[in-house]
């Protein structure tokens, strides 16, 4: 692991947003989880077009007005996923 990372904090990290996530879920309509991944699809769709076009995370984050930080964690998933 890197340096300065703390396994500890990272799981309690982890166990805090599983309880928040079903927390949400308790409270809002499925619907609601539908369509933000449909969000989410359409989203990741604009991310790879535009990124085959050459487009970088400043330019991606302007365009969609997500933060860096969030097409940085959209720009990893896909390429686990091999969509990039």
Known sequence: MDEG???TKMCS???EKVIQSK???AVFHPGVLELFEAWLEELED???KSKAKGADPAALSQETGIPLSGIAFI???LAREGRL
């Open 75 to 77: 720009l990893a998933k």
């Open 13 to 15: 990290s982890l166990v």
């Open 46 to 48: 604009e991310v790879i």
């Open 23 to 25: 927390q949400l879920r």
């Open 5 to 7: 990372v703390d396994p």
